[in-house]
Every structure is written in structure tokens, then in C-alpha cells.
Nanobody
């Protein structure tokens, strides 16, 4: 069992920045690839970014150049730095853990956090 707790969500204006954090506990954090997903009302839970155990990263096309995922294994924490935010980024953001080398679909992730709301105003 891995427990994940997100924090850092809130309300920001378009063009602003926000950093999300995900604190992990339970099984060894460094053994898992970590991902961020988001879900807006009426939409699928979409892949946002992934950082592998070796710190290799992968991003969805619509966030490349704006979002940065990183991990601090010593703190058992993964981050999502979000810059140049747009109203269409508004969603509940979820942290997740996967044992796969490359995982961009929600079903490939075993453990999930509770989500944190991000709202971007125009």
C-alpha cells in the first residue's frame, strides 16, 4: 500500500504559476514512477506528466514547455510546477504511482491521491 496526499491547489489568474506537491508514504517511494493526471467536469481523467524512477520525464503535448514534474526521493515527494496557466488548465489534479516504466494511461497506475482543485481565472 502506498498513500499519496496532494497539496498546493488553489485559485490563480491566467498567466500565473502554481506548484503542486504530492507526499508519499508506505512502500518505498523510489521504486515507483510517479504521474500527475487531471480531470475537468465532463471530461476524462487525462495524463499530464510522469517522472520515472531514474528521473526521466514525459509530458502531455498541451503542457509541454509550461509544466515541470520533479521528484525528491529523500523527501518522498513529487512536484508539479505549473507556469503560464490557462483557464483550460482548470481541473482536479491527481497524483499517482505506477510500477511501469512508461505509463500514460490512468489504468496503469495503482495508487492515487485524493486530488487537489486548481482553478485558473481569465
Amino acid at each position: 500500500q502506498v498513500q499519496l496526499v496532494e497539496s498546493g491547489g488553489g485559485l490563480v489568474q491566467a498567466g500565473g504559476s502554481l506548484r503542486l506537491s504530492c507526499a508519499a508514504s508506505g512502500r518505498t517511494f523510489s521504486n515507483y514512477a510517479m504521474g500527475w493526471f487531471r480531470q475537468a467536469p465532463g471530461k476524462e481523467r487525462d495524463f499530464v506528466a510522469q517522472v520515472k524512477t531514474g528521473s526521466t520525464t514525459y509530458y502531455a503535448d498541451d503542457v509541454k514547455g509550461r509544466f515541470t514534474i520533479s521528484r525528491d526521493n529523500a523527501k518522498n515527494t513529487v512536484y508539479l510546477q505549473m507556469n503560464s496557466l490557462k483557464p483550460e488548465d482548470t481541473a482536479v489534479y491527481y497524483c499517482a504511482a505506477s510500477s511501469r516504466q512508461l505509463a500514460i494511461a490512468a489504468w496503469e497506475y495503482t495508487y492515487w491521491g485524493q486530488g487537489t482543485q486548481v482553478t485558473v481565472s481569465s
